[in-house]
């Protein structure tokens, strides 16, 4: 391996320490990184390192296997977590017509949103739900979530910049979030009514065990899978398609495709799969 320094950097950083993170980044978290991502990796870890002293990355790599504790802001720099509310509006428009179907009244639904991030997309589902349920809307539950302790943190509190609700309809803004005032002025804050029916966690996809029971009616499991390599997307979809009811949808990313995996699931619309009969409950 040529242990060349890439680059002029505050930290001592080479081409094995890359291979060394990205080896341990795919062992506990899945994420398969590019080799063009040297610098991104080099990036994203600099801040730990400036934190905790250290001069080099194999110090860091060092430090990272000595302690346990570390391997949760390791995780939690590397992860992207690009999300924004209502993308892929299409989705939602599906979401709302699947709570209205009949066979769905008088009975608790449960929804998951696997890679959660910040909370704009559990957010999206639940404002979609609530405006088109009303009251009945109450009794959802949205399990929220994301191997990211950070962005798990923002999404519990539920409060944004005003920038990132722009695209909102105004009513909807209006109905769904509070005003931040004094110090917190450009800030917005979800409304309770909402923020009850969702539960955050933290779930790493590669858990054997989610801890989470089926029968949910959908899964919103976006712009995640591009981040594994295809035998643990299609282990995961296997596993995910089993929690759901026969009648239920599960929501890509809209450069996400399991086509192939038609051992599991059928494409019914643009990124929207139903279970095959007998791959769910
Ligand atoms: C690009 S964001 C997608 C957010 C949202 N689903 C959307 O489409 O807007 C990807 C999220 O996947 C999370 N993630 C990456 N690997 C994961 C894993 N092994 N288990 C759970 N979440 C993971 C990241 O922390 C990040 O928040």
């Keep these: 391996m040529n242990a060349q320094v890439l680059g002029e950097h505050e930290f001592g950083y080479n ?24 610098q991104m990796v080099y990036s994203r870890l600099a801040r730990r390192l400036r934190q905790l002293e250290l001069r080099t990355f194999s110090a860091y790599l060092a430090y990272l296997d000595q302690h346990p504790e570390e391997w949760q802001p390791f995780i939690n720099a590397l992860t992207t977590n690009i999300t924004a509310f209502f993308r892929e509006r299409h989705h939602f428009d599906q979401l709302v017509a699947l709570a209205r179907e009949p066979q769905r009244r ?66 909807l803004r209006k109905r769904y979030f509070q005003r931040g005032t004094g110090s917190n002025a450009g800030l917005a804050r979800v409304v309770p009514e909402l923020r009850q029916m969702v539960e955050f966690r933290r779930i790493n996809l590669l858990d054997k065990d989610w801890r989470l029971s089926g029968g949910l009616e959908a899964i919103f499991c976006r712009n995640v899978m591009i981040y594994f390599d295809k035998p643990t997307q299609v282990r995961l979809l296997e596993r995910m398609v089993r929690l759901l009811r026969p009648d239920g949808l599960f929501f890509a990313g809209h450069s996400e495709s399991f086509v192939q995996a038609n051992h599991v699931v059928k494409l019914v619309s643009r990124t929207v799969y139903q279970p095959v009969p007998g791959a769910s409950i």
Excluded: N
């Excluded at 959660?116 to 809307?137: D, F, K, N, V």
């Excluded at 929220?144 to 609700?165: F, H």
């Design 106 to 171: 008088g009975r608790p639904l449960r929804f998951w949103s696997a890679a959660s991030s910040t909370g704009e997309e559990p957010y999206s589902m639940a404002i979609a739900l609530h405006q088109a349920l009303g009251e009945r809307a109450q009794g959802i539950q949205i399990i929220a979530s994301d191997i990211d302790t950070g962005v798990l943190e923002t999404a519990r509190r539920g409060v944004y910049p005003l920038e990132r609700l722009a695209q909102l309809d105004p009513a």
């Design 15 to 38: 081409d094995h320490d890359f291979e060394q993170v990205r080896e341990r980044l795919y062992r506990r978290a899945g994420i398969s990184l590019a080799a063009s991502k040297q």
